[in-house]
């Protein structure tokens, strides 16, 4: 071919080319895309996370998320918990900025699926192609003065990253002496349903904190006989429960130790694997402890006996600089009764609106528990006080706790809210000492901050009116306006809700008979977290089952079950039920 011809031929081809791009249509800002991203599992079996999430408007507005490539002994485990994770945050997500990595990872993680919740948040962002935020870990400059000092840390081992705390983070504490010599002390968390592995020894913590040298061995350590496990058969088992250590060498990011540990679904397992090696089920691990030195605090101030009011507020358990979901329920200030060291609290609390699938429903706090210190892996119900009514219904309008110290500034606590049933929150529960109160106890409930739930019978029903009239279970002084007889307790939880599917797409659901219960509500959605419709209530205690009729087929339904006690004209309702989901 000819120069000039082949230049024509060319020439054609590029003018032809650049017709085809510029009739291309060009994607604006707004218009809708979707991206795949994925991320890992290594816990227990590990697998991966892929997510595909729909932008529009450079906002996320749907987000699917599938488990794929499971291993090990726990895949049943990770599916049921992705799952869960992946109701819940599905929704969470949406509205979320695709360019603001902060506001993707404020979202909070779901109770009982840490791991599947993280992942899903790390998918999110490879597939936005944004970094996750890392948090700067400023050392401090200074010796610290002679004392105890709170302080949060992660502790996890090597190679596969477990958490020796149970969760990622936990509240330790840091001795300091006359030299500026610093000893931290942690709880060790064997046997929980996030970790189920067993920490039977530490065997020291690095001279120096320099892992080319030896391990020093004179680590204060308590140790508890715990129950296992171990297939059909229960055995017992020596754990490390506590440990004080040195942090040497000055101030540091991480200090590195050496634990010992056993996995009883891996007691067959012998030889090396991802680097550790195996002597059925038991291995020894390097671990790293991680001091957040931006949490550290000197420890709490004694407060003199009295009776104050408080300024409290609920944040979230994993975010402690975000507010809980629970948070707009509780009154901006707890009344606190303390003697001879000792604090009795009295949380007032009141209905909230929540955005529910694009539609506000009330939320009403129903139980409220406390954990014992900073160990989560043990916690108690407070104890309801005085009730408020809302639309016919009594709600506890208080819950009150005791606790070994006064002037606590952070208390780890769980709420059940019955707008989100069957997903109780780890919440941190924050007091705010230095501006606190004193008030005299001549209105024994406190008034909270005016605690006005402006329900529908014209905002008349406080938590506590300040009137002097209401219950404060701690003391016994008994209620004389227009209240519940506060006594009376709701019934317990609805528990065991199951199906069997019938013909001609019907339903027939059953659960567990509550002895105290004068009968049960039947609630009914198309999405977990959407807005339930009662189909059902069962005014005969001895019925434990409802048959459903009209149903679609292949369509997916949620369904939760609570119990009532008559209390006078009005209804006590207990916990609903987890969540029974339901594809016919």
Same mark, same amino acid.
Not at 379 to 397: F, H, I, K, L, Q
């Given at each position: 071919m000819r120069k000039k011809e082949w230049f024509y031929k060319a020439a054609a081809c590029i003018a032809s080319?650049?017709?085809?791009?510029?009739?291309?249509?060009?994607?604006? +800002?707004?218009?809708?895309?979707?991206?795949?991203?994925?991320?890992?599992?290594t816990q227990f079996g590990e697998y991966d996370i892929e997510v595909t999430v729909g932008v529009e408007d450079q906002k996320i507005s749907s987000l699917l998320a599938e488990g794929k490539n499971y291993a090990g002994n726990y895949v049943s485990d990770n599916q049921l918990r992705l799952e869960m994770a992946a109701e819940v945050l599905e929704e969470a997500y949406l509205g979320k900025s695709t360019a603001d990595a902060k506001e993707i990872s404020a979202v909070d993680i779901v109770s009982g699926a840490t791991y599947s919740s993280k992942a899903i948040r790390d998918a999110i962002l490879d597939a936005l192609g944004l970094e996750p935020e890392q948090e700067e870990n400023v050392l401090p400059t200074e010796k610290l003065k002679e004392g105890t000092y709170t302080v949060t840390i992660s502790y996890y081992t090597d190679k596969i990253?477990?958490? =020796?705390?149970?969760?990622?983070?936990?509240?330790?504490?840091?001795q300091v002496d006359a030299d500026g010599n610093m000893t931290l002390t942690t709880d060790i968390i064997s046997g929980s349903e996030k970790e189920p592995l067993y920490i039977y020894q530490f065997d020291g913590y690095y001279a120096d904190n320099d892992m080319t040298k030896s391990l020093k061995t004179d680590a204060d350590i308590t140790t508890e006989t715990m129950s296992y496990k171990d297939d059909s058969e229960t055995k017992e088992i020596n754990v490390v429960s506590k440990v004080s250590f040195s942090l040497e060498n000055g101030f540091a990011d991480t200090y590195s130790s050496r634990a010992s540990i056993y996995v009883p679904t891996m007691k067959r397992l012998t030889g090396t694997y991802q680097g550790i090696t195996f002597d059925q089920g038991k291995f020894s691990a390097d671990c790293f402890t991680k001091v957040y030195w931006n949490t550290l605090?000197?420890?709490?101030?004694?407060?003199?006996?009295?009776?104050?009011?408080?300024?409290?507020?609920?944040?979230?358990?994993?975010?402690?600089?975000?507010?809980?979901?629970?948070?707009? +329920?509780?009154?901006?200030?707890?009344?606190?009764?303390?003697?001879?060291?000792?604090?009795?609290?009295?949380?007032?609390?009141y209905s909230m609106d929540i955005n529910m699938a694009g539609s506000t429903e009330k939320?009403? =706090?129903?139980?409220?528990?406390?954990?014992?210190?900073?160990?989560?892996?043990?916690?108690? !119900?407070?104890?309801?006080?005085?009730?408020? #009514?809302?639309?016919?219904?009594?709600?506890?309008?208080?819950?009150?706790?005791?606790?070994?110290?006064?002037?606590?500034?952070?208390?780890? +606590?769980?709420?059940?809210?019955?707008?989100?049933?069957?997903?109780?929150?780890?919440?941190?529960?924050?007091?705010?000492?230095?501006?606190?109160?004193?008030?005299?106890?001549?209105?024994p409930g406190g008034n909270g901050g005016n605690n006005n739930n402006n329900n529908n019978n014209g905002g008349n029903n406080n938590a506590n009116n300040g009137n002097g009239n209401s219950q404060n279970s701690a003391n016994g002084n008994t209620n004389?306006?227009?209240?519940? /007889?506060?006594?009376?307790?709701?019934?317990?939880?609805?528990?065991? =809700?199951?199906?069997?599917?019938?013909?001609?797409? #019907? =339903?027939?659901?059953?659960?567990?008979?509550?002895?105290?219960? /004068?009968?049960? !509500?039947?609630?009914?959605?198309?999405?977990?977290?959407?807005?339930?419709?009662?189909?059902?209530?069962?005014?005969?205690?001895?019925?434990?089952?409802?048959?459903?009729?009209?149903?679609?087929?292949?369509?997916?339904?949620?369904?939760?079950?609570?119990?009532?006690?008559?209390?006078?004209?009005?209804?006590?309702?207990?916990?609903y039920s987890k969540v029974l989901k339901v594809k016919m």
């Open positions: 080319a650049a017709l085809i791009l510029t009739a291309l249509p060009v994607i604006s +800002a707004s218009a809708a895309t979707s991206v795949k991203g994925t991320s890992h599992v990253k477990h958490s =020796l705390i149970e969760d990622e983070t936990r509240q330790a504490t840091i605090k000197a420890q709490d101030e004694a407060i003199e006996d009295g009776v104050y009011d408080v300024p409290v507020a609920l944040m979230s358990a994993s975010n402690p600089d975000k507010s809980s979901m629970a948070g707009a +329920a509780i009154a901006p200030n707890a009344r606190v009764t303390v003697k001879d060291g000792k604090a009795q609290y009295k949380l007032n609390f939320g009403h =706090l129903e139980k409220f528990w406390v954990y014992e210190g900073d160990n989560k892996s043990s916690r108690a !119900e407070a104890m309801p006080g005085d009730s408020y #009514t809302e639309e016919g219904v009594s709600y506890p309008g208080s819950f009150s706790f005791e606790r070994t110290t006064a002037g606590e500034k952070r208390i780890y +606590a769980r709420v059940s809210v019955d707008a989100m049933a069957g997903f109780d929150q780890d919440v941190l529960v924050t007091f705010d000492w230095a501006n606190r109160k004193t008030v005299k106890d001549d209105n004389t306006g227009n209240q519940n /007889n506060s006594s009376v307790k709701a019934p317990a939880a609805v528990k065991n =809700l199951k199906k069997k599917k019938g013909k001609k797409n #019907t =339903l027939t659901l059953s659960w567990k008979k509550i002895t105290d219960a /004068n009968g049960y !509500e039947v609630y009914q959605a198309t999405k977990a977290k959407g807005k339930y419709k009662k189909i059902k209530t069962i005014s005969k205690a001895k019925t434990t089952k409802l048959t459903v009729k009209k149903l679609k087929a292949k369509k997916t339904y949620y369904f939760k079950v609570r119990a009532y006690k008559k209390n006078g004209k009005q209804k006590l309702f207990g916990t």
